[in-house]
């Protein structure tokens, strides 16, 4: 089998979220956004699909790397993209994710399986968590501590049992502010009683005295990990407070490296909990290799931000992962509406707060092909 083409579809549909200039997602006035789908077809017929905002800019460059190529050749498609990121090109991890996610979902229909039974499956389902967005300033929205202890208790009606706090970033007024960040955890606590897991993932920016003033309140608030409170740049500054805390500090996510980076964390002890996202790494392929790394080192491996590559990866991990990272979630927005280019949900979620694991070919996306093609902007 070879891949004989790539294509990348940008089409619009009318989103109800915002980035504010941090690049934290908010709700929105209704407004016309983009999004692309990748498609590689091979010369059997059979195609792979996957979907991002931001790939168009890189295809000159990975076209040339693709056709031609047998699409079952994923560590060496990887390798090659993998390397031609040190000259600094459009090829970010994203691109790679979307590419990868976009082989393995053609691996899966070629072979009429779920990308997570091809992978080795561990489980049918996992245990979700709700992920709020970040707090913000909008009255019945984010905007106080008793605000996200209301939308807690909504959650846990929907069925979570796992709830994460995204408190308040700048640029929103009186942010950073840990005290109001603990406020926040409190209410939350307060309001969902002791047998819901809670985490925090709040300003990514304090300094080491404040991470560990978050941390121990945290502690008191039986909270079971904290992510990201300072610069990741900084290993040490992590060394330093895992150290000193009881509270799992869950990480790294937002630093470069992928693989590499993982892997000098889990050696240093800079966090008790690793981290990895396809997003983050640059796609499904990576990410497995960080999970058999943690299982090697006995280390839990926590899936970052909610696309179905990770899904699949969860259900494939043995020892290692425990939540699927549900949303971002807000009291004005919807999560349960699958986009206009999807007929399905991706990861649905039953009353008992389970994500069940994707059963249709390749990454079981219900793709709405007749909406992209009505809605075409370039392609
Ligand atoms: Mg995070």
Redesign the pocket.
């Known amino acids: 089998m070879k891949i004989s083409e790539i294509r990348v579809e940008t089409f619009r549909y009318t989103s109800d979220k915002g980035k504010d200039i941090q690049g934290h997602g908010h709700p929105a006035e209704p407004h016309e956004a983009q999004q692309a789908m990748l498609t590689i077809v091979s010369d059997e017929g059979v195609c792979g699909y996957s979907f991002r905002e931001d790939i168009t800019m890189a295809m000159g460059l990975v076209r040339p790397l693709l056709l031609g190529e047998d699409p079952f050749y994923r560590e060496r498609i990887w390798q090659n993209l993998y390397q031609r990121q040190r000259e600094g090109s459009a090829l970010t991890d994203r691109v790679l994710d979307a590419i990868d996610q976009a082989l393995w979902d053609l691996a899966g229909r070629a072979l009429d399986q779920p990308v997570y039974r091809l992978l080795g499956a561990f489980r049918d389902k996992v245990p979700a968590y709700g992920?709020t967005m970040c707090g913000d300033d909008l009255d019945g929205g984010l905007n106080t501590p008793q605000a996200y202890g209301d939308f807690a208790l909504q959650l846990v009606a929907r069925g979570y049992k796992a709830i994460?706090l995204?408190t308040w970033s700048t640029p929103m007024p009186g942010a950073p502010d840990p005290k109001r960040d603990i406020a926040a955890c409190a209410a939350v606590r307060e309001a969902v009683g002791p047998d819901i897991v809670l985490m925090l993932?709040p300003f990514?920016y304090y300094t080491r005295q404040e991470a560990l003033y978050l941390g121990r309140e945290l502690e008191k608030l039986d909270y079971y990990w904290m992510?990201?409170p300072m610069d990741e740049a900084s290993v040490s500054s992590y060394i330093w407070l895992t150290e000193q805390l009881d509270l799992q500090i869950?990480g790294p996510?937002?630093a470069k490296g992928g693989l590499k980076t993982r892997a000098e964390w889990i050696v240093r002890n800079a966090a008790d909990i690793s981290?990895v996202g396809t997003g983050d790494v640059g796609g499904i392929t990576p990410m497995m290799k960080i999970v058999h790394l943690a299982e090697a080192f006995g280390v839990q491996c926590e899936s970052?931000g909610s696309s179905i590559g990770n899904l699949h990866a969860l259900c494939a991990m043995g020892i290692a992962g425990q939540f699927h990272e549900r949303g971002l979630l807000h009291p004005f927005t919807d999560y349960e509406t699958p986009p206009p280019w999807l007929n399905a949900l991706p990861d649905p979620m039953d009353d008992e707060g389970f994500v069940p694991a994707p059963q249709g070919p390749g990454l079981g996306l219900d793709i709405n092909f007749d909406y992209i093609r009505d809605n075409l902007v370039s392609g």
């Open positions: 992920s994460k995204h993932d990514h992510e990201e869950c996510e937002t981290r970052h």
